[in-house]
């Protein structure tokens, strides 16, 4: 039985379950990916927390620091010690890259995808996904003459 996540009636728990189950017969996740995946389907936060709690209780999240043998608290602590302006660099960092080495012909709405989907992938925080590829393509799409650079006439 399947449970339609616009079904309002339905236990937000169910829906959330099976959103992660189905997920995780895919392929191995992260606790991470599969909240990101609730949030996109609207599942209350709430339910979410419970769910992804009981799937890490049986061992079903992939956790890997944790797989890696790192502790637990000395992973909660250096994620804590990030800060957003750490997080915008890293961002601007892995766009630049990016920007470098993407194809001149695309459209700045197939940048934009492209951009915000490498972030997300690296788990960088949408709100500063959004502000860096914003900044990154503004800079990137303005004309010479808007910034005041002189033509080959020598006219401003």
């Known amino acids: 039985m399947t449970t339609d996540p616009e079904d309002h009636d339905a236990d937000p728990e169910v829906i959330a379950r099976e959103i992660a189950l189905r997920l995780l017969d895919a392929r191995p996740r992260t606790r991470h990916e599969l909240a990101t995946a609730l949030a996109r389907r609207r599942v209350p936060d709430d339910a979410a927390t419970t769910v992804l709690d009981r799937l890490s209780d049986v061992g079903l999240v992939d956790d890997e620091l944790r797989r890696k043998g790192i502790d637990r608290t000395v992973a909660e602590d250096a994620l804590g010690a990030i800060t957003v302006d750490d997080e915008i660099a890293a961002?601007?960092?892995?766009?630049?890259?990016?920007?470098r080495s993407m194809p001149d012909d695309l459209t700045r709405v197939a940048r934009s995808r492209r951009l915000f989907g490498l972030l997300a992938r690296k788990g960088i925080p949408a709100g500063v996904a959004q502000r860096v590829v914003r900044e990154a393509l503004d800079v990137d799409q303005v004309d010479e003459s808007e910034l005041g650079f002189e033509d080959s006439s020598g006219q401003p």
């Open 91 to 99: 961002a601007r960092e892995i766009v630049a890259r990016r920007l």
